[in-house]
């Protein structure tokens, strides 16, 4: 089985860091594209970043870029989100996704 398994999420104060990471397991990680998404309280599901299959390309939405690096380490299977100076509007379910797969989510709250 396909298991997703992200991890690293928490409570924060704003301006805070955290570093998320997603165990890929069942699949041939490095021949994936991979991405992060987040679901807020009340809000749809909203892409954050994604990656190439080799790590030397990365994208942002614009509500993040500058704040959150996405990264990967193939040899691991292991997906990667630094988040810093992060903000209340930053609070959701954070996912790891691979094509149409998506793993369970881990919860970041952004509050003083």
């Not at 570093?19 to 041939?28: I, M, N, P, Y």
């Not at 390309?57 to 990264?71: E, W």
Request: with cysteine.
């Amino acid at each position: 089985d396909v298991q997703l398994q992200a991890s690293g999420g928490g409570l924060v104060q704003p301006g805070g860091s955290l570093r998320l990471s997603c165990a890929a397991s069942g699949l041939t990680f490095s021949t994936y594209p991979m991405r992060w998404v987040r679901q807020s309280p009340g809000k749809r599901i909203e892409w954050v970043s994604g990656i190439s299959t080799r790590g030397d390309s990365t994208t942002y939405a614009d509500s993040v870029k500058g704040r959150f690096t996405i990264s990967r380490d193939n040899a691991k299977n292991v997906l990667y989100l630094q988040m810093n100076n992060l903000r209340p509007e930053d609070t959701g379910v954070y996912y790891c996704a691979a094509g149409a797969l998506r793993g369970q989510g881990t919860l970041v709250t952004v509050s003083s």
